[in-house]
Each structure stands twice: as C-alpha cells, then as structure tokens.
C-alpha cells in the first residue's frame, strides 16, 4: 500500500474510534496482559507498514479507553479537539525537529504566535518567557528551575555553574496540598523533598496566608513560594493578591502551578478566581488537559526570562541558528523535540476567545449539574463546586470505594478516585469539549444507581 493510502485508512481508523467512543463502553474489559500477549513475540523480520498497523490495531483496541468521548471524567483529561487533533497529525507527517528556527522556521514561529495567544488568554504579562513542554510536570519542573537560579543568584551563588554542593539552602514553601509533581520536580533539580515547608490549607485546599506569612519569616535565606491555580481534587484557588504580596514583601519567587485552574481566567465569568496571579513570577499549566489538545503538551511561563533561559538554554557551536528568532529549546527541557505548537495553535484557532471561554464555563455548568443531580439523590458533595471538580462521597469509605468501583465497572462512565484531607471520594473533573448536559445526565444516573446497590 502507498504511503498515502496507509494514511488516508490510518486516519479513518482514528476517526472511527472516535466516533464509537461516544457510546463505547468507557472503559475497556480488556487487560494489559492480553495485549502483551497479543504483541508479545519478537519478530524475525520486516512487514509491509499496511500490515503493521492492522496488527497493532487489532491487538490494541479493545484495550484502548474511551477518554477522547464525552463521559470520561477521570484524572483531568480533555477529549482533543478536531483541529487540534488533525494538525497533530499533521505534526507527525511534516516531522520537524523544534529546536529552533533552523531546525524548522514553521514550528519556531508558530510556539511564538501560539505563546502570544496563551499569554493573553490567561492574563499573564506578554513580557513572559515561555516553553512549550510535555506537561505539567514538565512545565512546574522548568519553572523551579527557573526560579532555583533566580534566588540563587539573589544569594550570590551561580548554580548553572557551581552546582549545589556548598550552595545556601534554598527553602520552598509551599501550599499542603500541592499536586506530587511539585515534590518531583524538588526531588529532580536537587533541592530534595525537605526543603519543603508545607502550609496548612483549608477544607477547600487553600493556603492559609497567615501560616504562609510566618513560615516566611521563621526561614532565611533563598526563598521559594508555590501556590495552585485549580486544586486538582476540589479545583480551589489560592489567595493570589494577598499570598504573593506576602511572599514578594519577603523577597521569595512564587510559582503557580496552575494546571486546570489558570485556564478560568479565559472566561469573563470565572476570572475572578485567577485575580493577583500575574503578578507571580512562573506559571505552569497543561494543553492536554482543559484545553483540549492531544497528549502531550503543556506551558510554562515566566515572567523574568532571563532566569528562565539561563536555567534551560544551552549553546554548542553547530547549533548556532541562522537568525535571531527564538530558540524554543531554549526553554524547555529538550533538545530535539516534537514541534507542539501545531497543535495549541490549531486548538485555540478553532474556539477564539469566545470559544475558550465557552469551552471552560460549560464545564463548570456540567460540573455544577453533575455535584446537583447527585446531592438531590442523598450523595454527599465534599468540595464547593467553584470549577470544574466535584467530589462525592456514599457514607463511609468502604461504600465510597464500592461504589466507585461498581460506577467504574459499569462502562457508562468512568470516574477515579481519590483520598481528601483523610476521607474517600469518587472524583470527577469535566474537562473534555464532548461532554454534554445528557452525558452529565447519564453518568449521574448510573452513580445513582451504583449507590442504591451498594446500600
Ligand atoms: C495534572 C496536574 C499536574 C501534572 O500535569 P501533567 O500534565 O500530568 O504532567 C500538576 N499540577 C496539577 C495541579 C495538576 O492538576
């Protein structure tokens, strides 16, 4: 088969999944096992690429999880626009490298129009440096490095250079219910889990200013503050105005990670909950979750971009570009990369302003819609419902998690679960473009019905 062929069948396929996703069971009744085994055996020679993909559908599908359809509701997971979807795609067939404007003039100048965009769409300082990463990992890792120089250097130690052996202890102070990537990111750029100082939050998730203030006070030296745009299990939202004057008033970095959350600020109706956060110094936040672009790919920003390129960049002589335009390996953590613009441009050319911005209030209207259909049928909510997270809780624990696992068995919908300030919910985040008020309806229905028979 031609090459053109191939992938005219390969991108029907695709589309086929994705119209069966929508009423496919959710998730699949198919184990990893059997699709290794399906898979398993080394072959000793070439086959036709036809021939190829046939196999590796055949084996793979029936364990693939509908998370592209409209009642997945698991983890933050957005549904991937068709534009989005299509120029990804296109990203694989054109296989440009995005290192820099040399390596590809069309993937550099595309991150900077899409960077553009973002920045204006989440209220971030168009003055802010950005990297276009693999997610939010990624984005918060590249942000604490950013910052990691930053104070470092305030203290009068170059850590690009000197490394950290012999260096001031950096302290990092940070919102109690920060998201595990936070710690990963400590953990990966050396400044190791203890040199967390934890907040105490309240039942929503929110940092306490005031226990943030003394925590300040009490430590010395270099000083970094992390706080959450969207808590991933309640969706709340720091006090920016007031955390980050506290923390700038004692000369620490604030980074947000702002993963789900900082997307509010691209809707008129839900900005108010982002207020104060451009005046921090980094933000991190995911393409692949609420705006909906294929996996992977997230942002991160900061608004000193010196710090950011000298944590991130590196020069060697043959690399050395044709033209000034930037470099966006410069700011990330790879070198040779996929070119992820594409894909963040084609998403937010297909919904504008408005479309985004519709995109993040129907959501939390869904979201609004699902916490009310359970609560009228005696389930009890444990979050106030400001975004698009609810988490619901049947009695005690044990119930809670047999009737996630009856919901999750169902194929209706699919939902995780999750431990919050000590108790078991079912959790559910609408994150996806598909997911309308009948979809919302159905799920509800079917967690209604996994309840009474788990009485
Ligand atoms: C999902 C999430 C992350 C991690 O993002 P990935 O895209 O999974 O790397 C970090 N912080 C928060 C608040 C999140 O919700």
Known sequence: MELRDLLIATAARAADFREQAAEARVFPDTSPETVRDALGALPAGPAPAAQVVDELTKAVEPA?????GPRYFGFVTGGALDAATAADFLTTGWDQN???ATSSPAAAAVEDVAATWLK????????????????????????LAAARHHVLAQAGWDVERDGLHGAPRVRVIVNAD????IDRALRLLGLGTSSVVPVRTDPQGRADVGELSTALSEVDGPRI??????DVNTGAFDDFPAAVEVAHRRGAWVHVDGAVGLWAAASPRLRHLTAG????????????KWLNVPYDSGYAFCAHPEAHAAATAYTAAYLAGQNGFRAPSAFALESSRRARGFATWAALRQLGRSGLADLVDRCCTLAQRFAGQLAAGGVTIGNDVVLNQVLAAFGDDERTRRVLAAVQRSGVCWMGGTTWHGRAYLRISVSSWRTTENDVDRSAEAVLAAFRQES
Not at 64 to 68: D, F, K, Q, T, Y
Not at 225 to 230: E, K, N, T, Y
Not at 277 to 288: E, I, L, N, P, R
């Open 120 to 143: 204006d769409l989440l209220g971030l300082p168009a003055t802010a440096s950005s990297g276009f990463v693999t997610g939010g990992q990624a984005a918060n890792t590249v942000c």
């Open 64 to 68: 693939l999880v509908a998370s592209a």
């Open 178 to 181: 920060r998201h595990a990537t």
């Open 277 to 288: 956060v451009a005046a921090a110094d980094s933000w991190s936040t995911d393409g692949h």
């Open 98 to 100: 995005g290192f820099n």
């Open 225 to 230: 503050v992390c706080l959450q745009a969207g």
